[in-house]
C-alpha cells in the first residue's frame, strides 16, 4: 500500500500536479477503500487519473480494459513518459514480445496492463490471469469507455456486453466503470450489465464552460463556408462526416485549398490510418478529416475547433465528438452545419437496421440532435438537459445567447399544448400533440379517436412549426418531462401543473423566420436523392468489377433520370437520356432490379387530403370545371390545379380526362420520362406553348401516383 503523506503527495510524485480537479480525489479514495464505481466525467475532465493513481497506491496488478488498440497505446506511453510501469498486451505485438511482457507481470514489474474485452475474457487468457491473481493479486478491473457496454450508449459494442462475465469470474476484485457520456439509462444500464455491488456513482458536470456552440444551416455553400471558417483558426481542428467517401473528399478539397488535412476512417489500412493520427497529434498537419472512427480517447489537449459537416447520429455522439475541443481548457469552437437532407439520410439508414428495437433507439436519438440543432434556446442548456443537468441563465457562449431571438409570452399556448398532453393521457410524443392541436386528418388522429377531443384543432392558429417550437422549449426548460425509452412520450410534471395554475409564466425565444414560413417537406425529391445515392453504388462496384472509372458507366445525369422516373423494363431503360441499347443490355437489369429493391423497402406513406382539398374534390365531383370551382370558393385557378393535383396523386376519385384531353396527356407523360421529373418550368420549356403549367401539374400527378 502507500507510503505516502497524502494522496496530493502521491499526485506530484506521479504526475506532477499539485492539486486534483474537482471530484477527482474523492473517487480515488472510494476506490482505494476497495468499493465498485461508476464515474461520469467528461472527456477532459480527468477521469484516467481515478484509476490510474490507486493502481499505484495498492499491491497487486490493475487490469484496464479498452475497446481501441490505439487508445490503450496512447495512455500506456503517456504513463511510461511518466516513469510509470504500464504495458499493453494486443494483437499487434509478435510472440516474443507479448511473451516478455506477461514475464514481466508474473514479477510484478507492472502496475497497469490495458487488454481488450475480447482477450480479456479469452479462455487461454483467463488461464494467465489465473497465475496473475495467485502469484502477484488483481487488485481492481477499471472498464474505460463503460459506455460501450449500453445499447443506449452512443458507441454500442457487442464484445463489451460479454464483460457481465467478470462478476462470476472474479467476485471479490473490484469493479470500476468510466465513461465521458452517459445519461441517467445509459449509467443504469451500465450498472446492470456489469453487475456493480452497490456501487459509488460519481457524475461531474457535463458544462464545458470553454467551448462555444454553434448551429449554421447547410446548404450547397457548404464547402465554402467550411473552408473560410477553418482560415479563421490558427489552431488544430477536426472535421467529422458521417460517410468515408465525405471524408475523402473534403480532405482532397481543404489540401487542393491549401489547408493542411488528412483523412481518418475505417476504410484506411491500420498503417495509414495510424500515420495519419499521428501527424495530427504531432501538428504536422492542422485538421484531421474523420468519420466517427476517429476520436475515442485521442489525448491532444489543444484541438481548437471540432466542426460537424453532417448530422451526427445522437446528441451523446455530438457532445462526445465536440468535447475532443479545448480538453486544456482554452477557448475551443464547435460548429453544426444542419439541413434536413441529412436527417432524411439519416432516418434512410436507420429503417435498413434489421430490429425494430434497433430502430427505436436510433430514431429517438437522431429527433434529440434535431432538437438541439432547431432549438432556440441557450444550446449548453439543451445539453445539459440531456444528461439530467439543469443549467440556469444564458451562457454567453453560444449562438442563441449572443444573437438572441426575441423573447414572448406563450403562456396561453402553453396551456393548450399541456393540456392536449393530458387529453391524450400522457400516451404521445410531440409531433402527435402538435397533429391533435392543428386538427390534422392523419389517420392515427381517428384510430385513437382523438378527433373528438376538445384539443382537437384549438391550435389551428399557429402553425405545426410554431407548436414543435414550443414543444421543444418547453422540454429543454424541463416544463415537461420525456421517456427515453425509445419512443419520447410527453409526460406531466411539477412545473406542468403550476403553468396551469398560472403560477409560472413560459416565455420563448422565437425565431421569426421560422414561424413565418413552413418548409415543404419534398418526399418524392428526398426519395430520388437517396436512390441516387444506391445507384452510385451501384456503378461503383460495376466499375471496380470491369476495372472502369464509374463515369464510363453512366454519368451522374443519367443516375438521376433513374431515380426521378424509376424504369420498370429494359425498354423503358433504354430510353432514358445516357443509355444506349448496349448498356441497357449490360447493365439494365442490375439497375432495374436495385430499383425495384428499393421501392419495395421505402413505400411513401399514404396521404389523406386536407379539408380545402375536399372541398374541391367535392365540387369537381359535381362537374365544375376549375375555373368555376375557383369562383365558387374565392381561389386562384393555379390553387384549385394544384388541390387536384395532390388529389390525384393520393389517389382520390379525380377525372384526369375531364381536365386535360387523352392526346395531352400522353405527350405530357412521354415529355416527364425524357427530362425527368425536375421541376415544372423544365417540362415545359420542352413541350412549348401549346402546353399550360396547370395542364403539366395535373397529368404529374397521375404519372407520379403511378411510381
Not at 499491491?59 to 487508445?71: C, D, E, H, Q
Not at 378527433?451 to 405545426?464: E, K, P
Request: hydrophobic share 35%; charged share 25%; aromatic share 8%.
Amino acid at each position: 500500500m502507500s507510503t505516502f503523506a497524502s494522496l496530493e503527495e502521491a499526485l506530484k510524485h506521479f504526475f506532477g500536479y499539485d492539486t486534483f480537479r474537482p471530484g477527482q480525489k474523492k473517487i480515488i479514495e472510494a476506490a482505494l477503500h476497495n468499493k465498485d464505481l461508476l464515474t461520469i466525467m467528461p472527456t477532459g475532465g480527468g477521469k484516467s487519473l481515478c484509476f490510474q493513481l490507486p493502481a499505484l497506491l495498492r499491491n497487486g496488478i490493475t487490469i484496464v480494459v479498452s475497446p481501441l488498440i490505439a487508445l490503450m497505446q496512447d495512455q500506456v506511453d503517456a504513463l511510461q513518459d511518466n516513469g510509470i510501469n504500464a504495458t499493453y498486451l494486443n494483437s499487434t505485438l509478435e510472440y516474443d514480445e507479448r511473451r516478455s511482457r506477461q514475464i514481466a507481470i508474473l514479477k510484478n514489474q507492472i502496475k497497469l496492463l490495458y487488454v481488450a474485452p475480447e482477450r480479456l475474457l479469452n479462455e487461454r487468457f483467463g488461464l494467465f490471469l489465473e497465475q496473475v491473481a495467485t502469484k502477484v493479486g488483481i487488485s481492481a478491473i477499471a472498464i474505460d469507455e463503460a459506455h460501450c457496454v449500453s445499447e443506449w450508449g452512443h458507441d454500442f459494442r457487442p464484445e463489451y456486453s460479454k464483460l457481465k462475465l467478470l462478476r462470476q469470474r472474479y467476485p471479490q476484485i473490484p469493479l470500476q466503470a468510466l465513461t465521458a457520456t452517459a445519461t441517467k439509462r445509459v449509467q443504469q444500464d451500465i450498472i446492470q450489465q456489469l453487475n456493480l455491488r452497490s456501487p459509488d456513482i460519481h457524475v461531474a458536470s457535463f458544462d464545458r464552460s470553454n467551448i462555444y456552440y454553434e448551429i449554421q444551416p447547410k446548404d450547397r455553400h457548404i464547402y465554402p463556408k467550411l473552408l473560410r471558417a477553418i482560415r479563421a483558426e490558427s489552431g488544430a481542428g477536426i472535421v467529422y462526416c458521417l460517410s468515408r467517401k465525405s471524408v475523402e473528399d473534403v480532405a482532397k478539397r481543404l489540401r487542393c485549398d491549401g489547408i493542411k488535412a488528412l483523412p481518418y476512417h475505417a476504410g484506411l489500412s491500420d498503417r495509414e490510418r495510424s500515420s495519419n493520427q499521428t501527424s495530427f497529434l504531432r501538428d504536422d498537419i492542422q485538421v484531421i478529416v474523420a468519420t466517427i472512427a476517429f476520436g475515442m480517447g485521442i489525448n491532444k489537449p489543444d484541438v481548437r475547433f471540432v466542426f460537424h459537416y453532417d448530422l451526427p447520429r445522437s446528441l451523446e455522439n455530438f457532445y462526445q465528438e465536440s468535447g475532443r475541443a479545448g480538453r486544456d481548457g482554452e477557448p475551443s469552437k464547435s460548429i453544426l452545419y444542419f439541413s434536413l437532407g441529412d436527417r432524411n439520410k439519416i432516418e434512410f439508414l436507420i429503417k435498413q437496421k434489421p430490429e425494430q428495437n434497433e430502430q427505436k433507439i436510433a430514431l429517438q436519438q437522431l429527433r434529440q440532435v434535431i432538437d438541439y440543432a432547431e432549438g432556440n434556446d441557450c444550446r449548453r442548456k439543451i445539453i445539459l438537459r440531456y444528461f439530467g443537468e439543469r443549467y440556469r441563465g444564458n451562457c454567453g457562449q453560444c449562438d442563441n445567447c449572443l444573437n438572441p431571438k426575441p423573447i414572448e409570452d406563450w403562456t396561453v399556448e402553453a396551456q393548450k399544448f399541456l393540456s392536449c398532453v393530458a387529453r391524450c393521457q400522457e400516451k404521445f410524443g410531440l409531433n402527435h400533440i402538435v397533429d391533435v392541436l392543428i386538427g390534422s386528418r392523419k389517420q392515427k388522429i381517428y384510430q385513437y379517436g382523438h378527433h373528438l377531443l376538445s384539443t382537437y384543432g384549438i391550435g389551428n392558429g399557429r402553425t405545426a412549426d410554431e407548436w414543435k417550437m414550443l414543444g421543444r422549449s418547453l422540454i429543454h426548460q424541463g416544463y415537461v418531462g420525456q421517456t427515453t425509452d425509445g419512443y419520447p412520450i410527453l409526460k406531466l410534471n411539477k412545473r406542468s401543473w403550476e403553468i396551469f395554475r398560472d403560477q409560472l409564466p413560459v416565455k420563448i425565444a422565437v425565431d421569426k423566420n421560422k414561424t413565418k414560413t413552413t418548409t415543404t417537406y419534398n418526399p418524392h425529391k428526398a426519395e430520388a436523392e437517396l436512390l441516387f445515392e444506391k445507384l452510385r453504388k451501384l456503378r461503383k462496384q460495376i466499375a471496380d468489377h470491369n476495372s472502369l472509372a464509374p463515369y464510363m458507366i453512366f454519368a451522374d445525369s443519367s443516375l438521376k433520370l433513374m431515380a426521378q422516373i424509376r424504369p420498370k423494363t429494359l425498354a423503358d431503360f433504354a430510353n432514358l437520356s445516357g443509355v444506349n441499347e448496349y448498356k441497357a443490355q449490360q447493365y439494365g437489369d442490375s439497375f432495374i432490379s436495385a430499383i425495384r429493391e428499393f421501392n419495395e423497402k421505402n413505400k411513401l406513406p399514404v396521404s389523406l387530403p386536407s379539408k380545402s382539398q375536399l372541398a374541391t374534390l367535392q365540387l369537381h365531383q359535381q362537374g365544375l370545371s376549375v375555373v368555376e370551382i375557383a369562383e365558387e370558393r374565392g381561389f386562384a385557378v393555379s390553387t384549385i390545379s394544384s388541390h387536384l393535383s395532390e388529389l390525384i396523386e393520393m389517389n382520390q376519385p379525380v377525372s384526369l380526362n375531364q381536365l386535360v384531353t387523352a392526346d395531352k396527356q400522353q405527350v405530357i407523360i412521354k415529355t416527364i420520362e425524357q427530362v425527368g421529373d425536375i421541376t415544372l418550368k423544365t417540362i415545359k420549356d420542352k413541350l412549348g406553348n401549346d402546353y399550360s403549367y396547370d395542364e403539366i401539374k395535373l397529368v404529374r400527378g397521375w404519372w407520379r401516383s403511378q411510381r
